[in-house]
């Protein structure tokens, strides 16, 4: 059991970046959220953009950017 309540969980994890521990994080966006009153869930659609680990004198890294989109889910019930 943490010992914070569930909201001060939930707003740290949507408040982690930037973060100067990460510094390969240049970018999260939220893209689109959904929010379902009668169940409390929360669906959320972020982009992400990262420095890449990849050193840049190889030929495929390109500008060394990299994005990902990440797809969440959050039920506070389940």
Excluded: Q, Y
């Amino acid at each position: 059991m943490h010992s914070h309540s569930w909201e001060d969980c939930a707003i740290a994890s949507w408040k982690k970046w930037p973060n100067p521990r990460r510094p390969d994080v240049l970018c999260v966006d939220i893209i689109n959220k959904e929010f379902d009153e009668a169940t409390g869930v929360l669906k959320a659609t972020r982009l992400m953009m990262l420095k890449s680990w990849v050193p840049s004198w190889m030929p495929l890294a390109g500008n060394n950017v990299c994005f990902f989109l990440e797809e969440s889910i959050t039920d506070p019930k389940n």
